[in-house]
């Protein structure tokens, strides 16, 4: 695990930050796996910031509240700028063997993320990434007039001519992910994890992998924490949506995906699904609805 922007792992409120919630995690999986007997894998958590107080802070912390420990794998700490490092870390992860790579960037602001860092990351298929963007700010600065630094990242993702303004933060989020999608190609999937305080202060995550099962483990988190609309996480849940609109929404891309007429594999089906945000159960429930009315016919592999 390599977070590259880990801060001093305490917010001014005491809130934790991520190496300590990863450590936890760590920790408790570890504990987890010992009381069952299950195989015990070593995970190397790798802390960088630029900011060498912080880590020197991060590093006291860690060591009172005893997060880890030798048996849980190697803990390194770093102070290096994140351009420094993507490079070696995309041919450190080419050359893994067996081991496998997530990593975590929270930016200080988003002047320095680039997607063609994001595809080095990814290459080797042998990673995951999970970016998170202050995309409330991204959001306003394009509707006043966007800054150079996010002229430079939504170019590099698409023609800039093309890029649309947005009506809400949540457009300007579908909008981003889309051209992330399309920057990375089909060999990735992308899907994106809302943290909303209020309508105002709606932050993102974007989930990034080339392995369609991580992806989709990913997809399953979200629907966890979010039984309506699979969004992400926000401080109040409102009413049940997905009854309604959203099987609507999935439905309508669904019937777009049969209009061709070909024989369909439920592997499309299930790739399909994934790609567009939703869980295999609720496509097996537009499917249920489409063949009980008729729309559909459901052949199984000889034919009947």
Request: glycine share 6%; charged share 30%; proline share 2%.
């Amino acid at each position: 695990i390599f977070d590259l922007f880990c801060g001093e792992g305490i917010y001014e409120n005491d809130g934790e930050g991520s190496p300590i919630a990863i450590l936890r995690t760590l920790k408790d999986l570890h504990f987890i796996n010992k009381a069952k007997n299950k195989k015990i894998i070593k995970v190397d958590l790798y802390l960088n910031d630029k900011d060498e107080f912080k880590i020197e802070k991060l590093k006291s912390l860690i060591e009172e509240r005893k997060l880890h420990y030798e048996d849980l794998g190697k803990l390194t700490f770093r102070s290096k700028d994140y351009k420094e490092i993507v490079d070696n870390l995309s041919n450190y992860i080419s050359n893994l063997k067996n081991e496998k790579a997530f990593v975590f960037i929270d930016p200080y602001g988003y002047k320095q993320i680039r997607g063609g860092d994001l595809k080095k990351l990814l290459k080797s298929k042998k990673s995951e990434v999970l970016l998170f963007l202050p995309t409330q700010f991204m959001y306003r600065f394009n509707e006043k007039g966007t800054p150079e630094s996010l002229t430079e990242l939504i170019d590099e993702l698409v023609d800039i001519s093309n890029w649309k303004p947005s009506g809400s933060v949540y457009e300007f989020i579908n909008q981003l992910r889309e051209a992330l999608k399309l920057f990375l190609g089909s060999d990735y999937f992308v899907d994106t994890f809302l943290i909303e305080k209020d309508s105002a202060t709606v932050y993102c995550l974007f989930f990034l992998s080339s392995h369609i099962r991580g992806f989709e483990k990913m997809l399953e988190t979200k629907w966890q924490m979010d039984e309506d609309e699979g969004r992400g996480w926000s401080y109040e849940q409102t009413g049940n949506l997905f009854s309604a609109q959203k099987t609507n929404i999935l439905e309508e891309k669904v019937l777009t995906l049969l209009s061709s007429g070909e024989k369909i594999s439920n592997g499309k089906i299930y790739e399909f699904i994934l790609r567009n945000g939703f869980f295999p159960k609720h496509g097996v429930e537009v499917f249920s609805m489409l063949q009980s009315k008729g729309k559909i016919e459901v052949y199984s592999e000889n034919g009947n």
